[in-house]
């Protein structure tokens, strides 16, 4: 129970509280019940007190008092995943899914038990397990029924998100691990070779001129420059000394498909090198552009990328030695000019060893093998997920 300023209330509480322990004690359980809702209405903004009021009412009381009380513990504590797991599936059996889901959801971002729970028989166990359940299952079907059942994208249909699929699966490669969003129907390859491309050749041949605009541009490295990964934001511990460091800088044309455009402004022979290039993106707009600054002496350590749907497109401009990408095990050199494409699904680091900065202009495109509806349908996955976690 908690505490209140007011010494009458204080002393009216633990004497409910007490009443309360007592007549459950002696299974007068609707006397229990009856002086815990008295304690509920003298402390409404108590998120304990609400919560075990929420709990007998579910038990032995009112299913609509437990919500109400289930509700104003979220409420009164919006940091507390329990509170979001136990209104999740009040809502949930009261037949409010919907609600339910986006609860469920909320409580995700905050306990990694919602999608993966721990074995257990308890009564929290359960409710994990129904979260995860209804979760799984209504993200998947929101996935296919997006990507919709014609035959040119039922390789979409089977496309899998990896961390909220509703039923167990294994990569076919092992050395392969999306952490997002998986195609098992692509052909995989670590690197993709780059010369039958028929775009390849004209942005290599402009080198010299984005490797130009982009020595101009050097004060908009310290104005609008980023630390690639933000502070909190790394992917696993390994890279935890890059969070929130410069020491490895984005300068973004491109970020989560929202144009830079006083940065942009800049980069006029950039951006019309690119313009023949298939672009990744969830609409018109490319998802990410941006040129990689690694500062002497870093290295990125090994992770795995998002998803096998997109490449990532290296053009390296300064490339200091000794340094290099390193794709499943295969270590190659950035040489300026020279295009290097690569699925980062696959363990991937890269290694600055020499005493100068080294800078890549990275771009993700569209995987080779996609068709066109392919993509289409794609996008309306990622879109379709999108638009229901903005509206929790």
């Known amino acids: 129970m908690a505490t209140t300023s007011n010494p009458e209330t204080m002393q009216r509480a633990a004497s409910l509280d007490a009443a309360i322990d007592t007549a459950f004690a002696q299974g007068e359980y609707e006397q229990g019940l009856t002086a815990l809702r008295t304690l509920g209405e003298l402390l409404p903004d108590d998120a304990d007190t609400q919560h075990r009021l929420a709990v007998v009412e579910e038990q032995i009381g009112d299913p609509v008092r437990a919500l109400n009380a289930h509700l104003s513990a979220l409420t009164l504590s919006p940091t507390n995943s329990l509170a979001y797991l136990y209104a999740g599936y009040c809502l949930l059996q009261q037949g409010r899914t919907d609600q339910a889901l986006k609860i469920f959801s909320r409580g995700s971002d905050l306990d990694s038990q919602f999608l993966n729970p721990q074995p257990g028989t308890g009564p929290r166990e359960e409710r994990y397990l129904a979260a995860s359940s209804a979760l799984r299952?209504?993200?998947?079907?929101?996935?296919?029924?997006?990507?919709?059942?014609?035959?040119?994208?039922?390789?979409?249909?089977?496309?899998?998100?990896?961390?909220t699929h509703d039923q167990s699966y294994a990569f076919l490669q092992t050395q392969q691990i999306p952490q997002l969003f998986y195609i098992p129907a692509l052909e995989p390859s670590p690197y993709f070779a780059t010369d039958t491309w028929h775009w390849a050749s004209g942005v290599e041949h402009n080198t010299a001129?984005?490797?130009?605009?982009?020595?101009?541009a050097t004060q908009l490295i310290d104005e609008q420059g980023r630390p690639y990964l933000s502070q909190g934001m790394a992917p696993d511990e390994s890279l935890a000394t890059l969070a929130g460091s410069l020491n490895w800088t984005a300068l973004d044309l491109f970020r989560d498909g929202q144009a830079n455009v006083?940065?942009?402004?800049?980069?006029?022979?950039?951006?019309?090198?690119?313009?023949?290039?298939?672009?990744?993106?969830?609409?018109?707009?490319?998802?990410?552009?941006?040129?990689?600054?690694?500062?002497?002496?870093?290295?990125?350590?090994p992770h795995y990328g998002l998803s096998n749907h997109s490449l990532t497109v290296h053009l390296p401009l300064i490339t200091p030695q000794p340094g290099h990408l390193t794709v499943n095990g295969e270590a190659r050199r950035w040489e300026s000019g020279k295009l290097i494409a690569f699925d980062d699904t696959y363990l991937h680091e890269a290694h600055n060893q020499s005493a100068e900065q080294r800078v890549v202009l990275i771009f993700s495109i569209w995987h080779p093998q996609l068709s066109e509806p392919e993509r289409l349908a794609i996008q309306r996955s990622f879109i379709a997920r999108q638009a229901w976690l903005s509206e929790r």
């Open 262 to 301: 006083s940065v942009c402004e800049q980069f006029p022979q950039t951006l019309s090198a690119l313009s023949q290039v298939p672009l990744y993106g969830l609409d018109e707009t490319p998802y990410e552009v941006f040129f990689s600054v690694l500062k002497p002496g870093q290295h990125i350590t």
């Open 137 to 163: 299952g209504y993200l998947t079907s929101l996935h296919r029924s997006s990507v919709g059942d014609e035959p040119t994208t039922l390789r979409i249909r089977d496309a899998i998100w990896t961390r």
């Open 209 to 216: 001129a984005i490797l130009e605009e982009f020595a101009a």
